[in-house]
Structures are given as structure tokens and as C-alpha cells.
């Protein structure tokens, strides 16, 4: 039996480079560069891509990911960095309310269309192959990404229950990717650490309700300057969320609902005073802040010209129609 590799019949496809290099070059190439790239203050995770990138630039190489020289790399970094790498391609994180608790939910990056379910009932299924080249958009169960939940209380949940968890999914994943479609617009990038940070408050150890309110407020007020700035206008230092709106709207924003407006206005003193925010209306002003950006979003000036979509759809199991909707989810560049 011929052991060696098939050639390659795709000429689009680069053979395996024919650059021999020992362990201990290897090694003293791939420190000066992780050297400069922790210099750049580039991320930990993903570094393994530049570190390989930066290899090929440097030796002049066109090398695939799967080149044997190439796996030496990953391998070389993932010594390095162990889980740092891992990159969190997550929309990001947003907070589910169940029997009075809350719980992280993780909006996963998607790209194309995929159908997302909710159902005790399908927990632990074989939804195929998470890529699929056949047309059939792939599936997956919100209740896998919910962080916290034991096997015994997914199976306890009510059909209420899944659906109303499907409609934080869609609020999450509608206002966190069109901030996301926006990145580039003045202040994005800190109205979505702000997003981030008023989840992550309410969820902690510990939670800072006040704290989590307070950044919501912010991501709204970044969301709507950002709007006035984009109209070439000037900016007044308050932290009066209905007064940055009637400005904007007056410019052509969109008008958000005043109780929207209302749930996410606090004082500064929520910073000082957490016990003076409860835990639903600190929730309630993340999800307001949610809303805002998917409704505002859209109109600021810088755009990716990606699309996403939600809409709702029907199951059968056993021929009976599931109580419990899915979620379909399309994210597509714009024609």
C-alpha cells in the first residue's frame, strides 16, 4: 500500500509547502513573533491565526491551514496559551428569567440560516452536522446554551416557559448583531461593552443591580449619541436619556417607545446605592437598552451590510403540532 498523501487535484489548492525547519527554529521564529504580537495588545484568543499569518508573511509562504508545517504552529501557540485561544464568536450574552431567577443565555454567532428550537422534549437530539452543504438550514437547542440549567429543570419547563425564552433569543440576538452591523459608528464598540457589562451584572456571583442598570443607561445614551454625532451635531453633557432622544428624533432617529426610555433612565446614584435597584426593573432596563438597538441601530451611518432576520415557525412531533414555537435565523449580506 502507497503511504504517501494523494496529490491534490484542485490546483486552486496549495500543495504542502516544501519549507523544512527544526523544533529549535521553529521555536525561536514563533517567539519573536508572539513577542510582537503581545506588544500589538492583540487578544489572546485567535492569536494562533496571526502567529501562523505573521509565519507566512515572514518566510514569504502560501501555506494552508492544515499543512503539516501549520499544525507545528497551532500546536506551538497552544502550548503557549492552552484555552486562551479560544475564540468567543458568541453575539453576546443576554439574561433569561425563569421562576425568579436569572440565568446567562449565549447568542451564538450565526452565518446563512439556521432553525433554533426550545424544547425539553429534543434535548440531546442528533440535529445533524452543524455545517450543511444540502440547502437544509442546521439546528441546535436554545436550553444548550443556557448556562446553569440542570437536566431535571429543563425537563420541569412548561411550553410558556420555552416560548417566552425564545423571545429573549430573538431580542438578544436582534440587538446585539445590528449594534454589531454598526461597529465603526462613534461609540459602538462601548455601547457593547455596556450591553455586555449590564448582563454580566445581573448575572454575577454577587449581582450589582444598580451597576447593571447604570450600564444600560449607558449603552442607550452611547446608541442615541452616536446618532447625533452622525448628523454632524453637537453633543450636550447629560446623562437625560429623554432629552438625547428628543434631539435625535428631531434629526430623523427613529422614535423609541417612552416606556423603553423610561425602564432605562436611572440616576447616578445606582453606582453608589445598588440595593436601591431591584432585580426586574435592572432587568427590564437591559432589555429596553436591547430593544433601542435593534430598533436604532440600523439608522447610524457606519453599516457592515449584514442582515438579520427572525421569524417564528411551527414543528411537528409525532404528527401532533409542537405547543412550543422554533426560531428561524437569517444572517445574510445585503444584495
Known amino acids: 500500500m502507497d503511504s504517501k498523501k494523494p496529490a491534490i487535484s484542485n490546483p486552486r489548492i496549495p500543495a504542502d509547502v516544501n519549507f523544512a525547519i527544526a523544533d529549535a527554529d521553529l521555536h525561536a521564529a514563533l517567539l519573536e513573533i508572539d513577542n510582537e504580537l503581545r506588544a500589538s495588545n492583540s487578544l489572546a484568543s485567535g492569536r494562533e491565526l496571526l502567529g501562523w499569518i505573521e509565519f507566512c508573511k515572514k518566510f514569504n509562504l502560501a501555506m494552508r491551514m492544515d499543512d503539516p508545517l501549520a499544525v507545528r504552529i497551532f500546536d506551538w501557540f497552544k502550548k503557549q496559551y ?41 434535548r440531546g437530539a442528533d440535529f445533524g452536522p452543524s455545517l450543511r452543504t444540502d440547502g437544509i438550514p442546521p439546528k441546535s437547542n436554545l436550553l444548550d446554551h443556557l448556562k446553569g440549567l440542570t437536566g431535571e429543570f429543563i425537563k420541569s419547563l412548561t411550553p410558556d416557559e420555552c416560548n417566552e425564552l425564545l423571545d429573549v433569543y430573538v431580542r438578544g440576538v436582534l440587538g446585539f448583531s445590528r449594534m454589531q452591523n454598526a461597529y465603526g459608528s462613534p461609540f459602538s464598540k462601548e455601547a457593547l461593552d455596556d450591553l455586555s457589562q449590564s448582563a454580566a451584572h445581573l448575572t454575577a456571583h454577587n449581582p450589582n443591580y444598580g451597576f447593571s442598570r447604570w450600564a444600560s443607561l449607558q449603552a442607550a445614551e452611547k446608541l442615541v449619541k452616536s446618532y447625533i454625532v452622525g448628523k454632524g451635531q453637537m453633543l450636550k453633557k447629560t446623562h437625560n436619556l429623554g432629552t438625547l432622544v428628543t434631539t435625535a428624533v428631531s434629526l430623523g432617529m427613529p422614535a423609541p417607545s417612552p416606556a423603553h426610555v423610561q425602564e432605562i433612565q436611572c440616576s447616578a446614584d445606582v453606582r453608589y446605592s445598588a440595593a436601591s435597584v431591584g432585580k426586574v426593573e435592572a432587568l427590564k432596563a437591559h432589555y ?45 449580506k445585503r444584495a
Open 288 to 332: 429596553a437598552a436591547l430593544t433601542l438597538c435593534e430598533q436604532i441601530a440600523p439608522s447610524l451611518n457606519t453599516q457592515d451590510g449584514w442582515l438579520t432576520q427572525i421569524h417564528a415557525v411551527s414543528y411537528q412531533i409525532a404528527g401532533k403540532v409542537s405547543p412550543i414555537k422554533a426560531i428561524r435565523v437569517s444572517r445574510l
Open 82 to 122: 492552552g484555552d486562551r485561544l479560544n475564540l468567543k464568536m458568541d453575539f453576546g450574552t443576554t439574561v433569561a428569567h425563569i421562576r425568579h431567577d436569572l440565568y446567562p443565555m449565549r447568542l451564538i454567532r450565526i452565518y446563512g440560516s439556521t432553525i433554533v428550537h426550545c424544547d425539553p422534549g429534543l
